[in-house]
């Protein structure tokens, strides 16, 4: 049970209302508020803005970047595969010795190597915020 109530509020952070003040809180320790203000319309002003600053410094939502990159990775492997077995079928019937193909030869292996590059990459994205977010787990899980 905290010992306020609640206003407004973010993942992390809370302006909220007690007898006495308003004040900003961390809801990590919802037990002491960060900061107090006089139960007024100046000091309702004030607290708004200390969880407003406090709201806008959280990490933004990485939903949003996950699918970005989990579309990457679809993409690229897509590309890096259909590229790759088109050239192998057509390098297999020995298709490349006229001109026209060779330059398709070449336009197959840019796009499959930068297929390849591109879900790589998006792999790594998405291993890193992985790990970041497990790693963020457990620090916030250690007492102090």
Do not use: N
Not at 43 to 60: I, Q, V
Not at 61 to 71: E, G, N, V
């Amino acid at each position: 049970m905290r010992g306020f109530e609640e206003i407004v509020g973010s993942r992390r952070f809370a302006l909220g209302v007690r007898e006495d003040c308003y004040g900003v809180w961390d809801l990590r320790r919802p037990d002491q508020p960060l900061a107090t203000y006089p139960k007024t319309d100046a000091g309702f002003g004030e607290a708004e803005e200390h969880f407003d600053r406090l709201r806008r410094s959280e990490p933004r939502d990485r939903a949003s970047l996950t699918i970005a990159l989990r579309w990457a990775l679809i993409a690229g492997l897509s590309f890096w595969v259909f590229a790759g077995g088109i050239y192998d079928v057509l390098y297999a019937k020995g298709a490349f010795a006229s001109e026209g193909l060779s330059r398709l030869a070449t336009v197959l292996l840019s796009i499959s190597m930068i297929a390849s590059r591109v879900w790589v990459a998006a792999l790594v994205g998405l291993a890193a915020l992985w790990l970041r977010r497990a790693m963020g787990d457990r620090t916030e899980a250690r007492p102090d």
